[in-house]
């Protein structure tokens, strides 16, 4: 009786992306603003990296009791391959973050003005580099991310502490990967301002887009089943399978 209905945890997920990309992605071209357009320095990252650590943070706690606070197709699809999600939740979960991410981009814009994108929208891109080289970058951090996301839901993780967790990853990962890519780690970040981008006229490199889909969601499927198969217990497997048996009573 304590659950939310499908379209609760819809808004949640738009909503919680929204702010994501509002907050994180608009730092980019906000610090721009700031600094006169002068290249980025190793403050400005971190400003950056904080801004989307903060978001997240709050999300965690503000959504996370309604929807999960996915707010990452790569969290979510990483959820129901491991069969911690349903599957028929799946693309109802996907539509939501990829709208809150427009919307999110489209407030960006209305804050800043068109200045925001003609400075590039904070779109996530891998200038000159390999395509490997790209694709690493972004395996590597949305496998750190999901990673921690599972450990942090683990039964037997200490509660309280999810948010400030999955923030602080959010945080570390951003350092390393950005330089590379621009360290985007969520599809619906990567796909969302590029859409919004592209409405207003701005140039965008769309056959980097399958680079940064395909690591994101490969990195959280592999890391889904990664710390599954290194955390699993008897317990686990009970659990599910009491799972299993009582899904037919429920549906």
Same mark, same amino acid.
């Given at each position: 009786m304590d659950e939310n209905k499908f379209w609760q945890r819809f808004a949640a997920e738009a909503i919680g992306t929204a702010f994501l990309v509002f907050v994180g992605v608009g730092s980019v071209p906000a610090l721009n603003m700031a600094s006169g357009g002068a290249p980025f320095t190793g403050a400005d990252l971190g400003f950056i990296s904080l801004a989307f650590a903060t978001i997240v943070i709050a999300t965690v706690y503000v959504f996370g009791y309604i929807s999960g606070n996915h707010i990452n197709p790569a969290v979510t699809v990483a959820l129901a391959a491991t069969g911690k999600f349903p599957w028929r939740e799946v693309p109802g979960y996907l539509a939501a973050q990829l709208i809150g991410a427009i919307v999110g981009s489209f407030a960006i814009v209305g804050t800043l003005g068109m200045t925001a994108s003609d400075l590039g929208l904070g779109v996530a891109s891998y200038g000159d580099i390999p395509w490997w080289q790209a694709f690493t970058a972004e395996f590597i951090g949305t496998f750190i991310l999901v990673f921690t996301v599972f450990g942090v839901i683990h039964r037997k993780a200490a509660?309280? /502490?999810? %948010? @400030? !967790? @999955? %923030? &602080? !990853? !959010? =945080? +570390? *990962? @951003?350092i390393p990967v950005a330089p590379a890519t621009g360290a985007s780690i969520n599809p619906a970040r990567t796909t969302g301002p590029m859409l919004v981008q592209q409405l207003l006229g701005g140039d965008i490199k769309w056959e980097q887009w399958p680079v940064y889909i395909a690591a994101e969601l490969l990195a959280g499927i592999l890391a %889904? =089943? *990664? /710390? #599954? +198969? @290194?955390? $699993? #217990? $008897? +317990?686990? $497997? #009970? #659990? &599910?399978?009491? +799972?299993l048996t009582e899904e037919p009573e429920r549906a």
């Open positions: 509660p309280g /502490f999810a %948010g @400030i !967790v @999955i %923030g &602080l !990853v !959010v =945080f +570390a *990962a @951003i %889904g =089943f *990664a /710390f #599954t +198969a @290194i955390s $699993r #217990t $008897r +317990a686990d $497997r #009970t #659990t &599910l399978s009491e +799972a």
